[in-house]
Every structure is written in structure tokens, then in C-alpha cells.
């Protein structure tokens, strides 16, 4: 069935054309239409308005969320295994560098002493001296530092000894901040120093050792020195509570309720300690061997 014609102005149906055939008057509010016009009615289109099908739109918000979540997330990986590759680096770096200082730290034993070649200050694992650290005596104790000496190097002699704090009885004080040791010379690591410098090489050999007791611990720290040590005999010394009591009765050395002293070999006197006051005040050296003052 036709679909009737309506007006364009009112819309109420439009009857028959007129006598013309041409035009066709509405017959309500008298509009007059063109049958040409009303013959070529366009066909309706029909647009749809809103938002696309539930189905679609899942599928959109998931290809959204893909472009922009995808890239999140490998960024976010990424970023992840970098700093946990960094933060493992560091912690090994750590570890690693825990474990030198440890190493450089730990005591030595006896038979490792030959073997240094760190000019630095290293701890010894040795038993106490003689008498203990509490009341030590360096001459007393001679023999236990002559005997890491060797452990160090076999020929080993005694160049010098050092006293940081020593009360007018003799009683040597360690446990304050000027420690006292002993200083040894190898002629046989001295010539081996000499060769291998000699011969191009970047020597590490040390030709001396510092033995030094502080409190309750014993450290020693290796020298080189490329002059010749004299030969010396071994020490001969009275202990120094039995020396300074002897001292005091020579002229020149006063009493001072604490010395700071060393002992050295002279070749035309022997061994001899030199004693100071903590002023500064010096004295008459005293032979070791007796105590006498010079002169003697």
C-alpha cells in the first residue's frame, strides 16, 4: 500500500491533485506542494544515537587498557629488575668489601709474619709476655720478642727498644696512649730487597719490624730501610726497676714520677738507655748492663 501524502506543514493527510495534476492544496492549512516534490521524498535515514553495544565497548575498554597498561607494566618490570640487579651489586660490593677489612684485620699467626708485605699495622695472634701486660718489662720480656722476631726472620737482631711510660719503680704503663716495643733488622731480607731492586722489580720485602704492645694487644708493622744495621751483641740490660733505682744515685739523673726512655747500641759503650721527663727534660744516659751514669 502507497504511503499517503502528507503536508509539510501541518501533516495531515493531502487528498487528490488539483486540476493542473501538478499541485495538490492541503485542504487544512491551505499549503500548496509540487507533486514532483512529493513524488521524490527522500528516504529517511535513521542514526542511531548513544553508546555503542555492551559487547562492543568491553571490547574497546580492553584494547584501551592493553595500550596503556601493557607498556605500564614492562616499564614497571623493567625498572624492577634494574634496581634489584643494582641492589644486589651493591650488596655484594658490600659483603666483599666487609670481608677485606676483616681479613685486614685479623690477628696474624706467628708463621704468617714472613709473609707480609703490607706496610701497615697488623695484630698478632701470640700469647701475653711474661708477667702479663699488666706488670711488663721489656727487658724482662726479650725473649718473647726475640722469638716473634724469628718467626718474622730467622736471623733477626734487636736495633732498638722503646718505652712510652714507665713510673720511677720501673713499671711500665700500657695502657696509655704511647705504646712500647721493639725494632728488628734481617741482614738476609735486607740483601734480598737490594736484589730484587736491583734487578727491575718493585721490591715488597721488608727489611725491618716494628714489634709494638699497646694495653692487651701486640701489633707489629714492617719497614724497609736500605742502610746497613752494625752488627750487634745481644743485649745485656738490668731489668729497669733494679736500673732506675741504681740511675738515681748518679749525678745529673733526677727522680720524676714518670720517663719515657729508649735503649741503643753504642759502639764504643754498649747498650744504653736514654731517659726524659714528660716536660721534656732530658738526662745523663745510663750504661744498661749496670746502671751507671754517664760518665762512667
Known amino acids: 500500500m502507497p504511503t499517503p501524502r502528507r503536508c509539510s506543514g501541518c501533516g495531515a493527510a493531502l487528498g487528490d491533485p488539483t486540476d493542473d495534476d501538478l499541485t495538490i492544496v492541503c485542504r487544512f492549512c491551505g499549503l500548496r506542494h509540487d507533486i514532483n516534490d512529493l513524488a521524490g521524498e527522500a528516504t529517511p535515514v535513521v542514526v542511531q544515537v548513544g553508546g555503542p553495544r555492551r559487547g562492543a565497548g568491553k571490547a574497546l575498554i580492553a584494547v584501551v587498557l592493553a595500550v596503556v597498561l601493557v607498556p605500564t607494566a614492562v616499564g614497571i618490570y623493567v625498572a624492577y629488575r634494574a634496581t634489584s640487579e643494582v ?32 706496610y701497615a699495622w697488623k695484630v698478632v695472634d701470640t700469647a701475653p709476655p711474661p708477667g702479663g701486660f699488666a706488670s711488663f ?28 711510660r714507665v713510673s720511677s719503680t720501673g713499671v711500665v704503663d700500657l695502657a696509655g696512649d704511647t705504646p712500647s716495643g721493639y725494632r728488628f733488622h734481617s741482614p738476609a ?20 719490624m716494628m714489634l709494638q704492645v699497646q694495653g692487651t694487644a701486640v701489633r707489629v708493622l ?19 726497676p733494679d736500673l ?13 714520677p ?25 738526662f745523663p744516659r745510663v750504661r744498661a748492663r749496670d746502671g751507671r751514669v754517664y760518665p762512667y
Open 258 to 282: 714518670f720517663y719515657a726512655a729508649y735503649l741503643i747500641f753504642l759502639p764504643r759503650e754498649g747498650w744504653a738507655w736514654y731517659f726524659r721527663a714528660p716536660s721534656g727534660d732530658s
Open 244 to 256: 732506675l733505682t741504681k740511675a738515681r744515685t748518679g749525678r745529673g739523673f733526677s727522680d720524676r
Open 137 to 164: 718489662d721489656p727487658v724482662a720480656a726479650l725473649p718473647w720478642a726475640m722469638s716473634i722476631a724469628h718467626a718474622w726472620a730467622p736471623d733477626a737482631v734487636l736495633t732498638r727498644i722503646d718505652v712510652g
Open 189 to 208: 731480607r735486607l740483601l734480598r730487597w737490594k736484589q730484587e731492586t736491583d734487578g727491575g722489580t718493585k721490591s715488597t720485602t721488608a727489611s725491618g
Open 222 to 240: 714492617m719497614e724497609t730501610n736500605a742502610r746497613e744495621e752494625p752488627a750487634t751483641p745481644a743485649p745485656a740490660s738490668l731489668r729497669l
Open 87 to 118: 641492589t644486589t651489586r651493591v650488596r655484594e660490593t658490600s659483603d666483599a668489601v666487609r670481608q677485606r677489612v676483616a681479613d685486614r684485620n685479623r690477628p696474624l699467626a706467628l708463621t704468617e709474619l714472613g709473609t707480609v708485605t703490607e
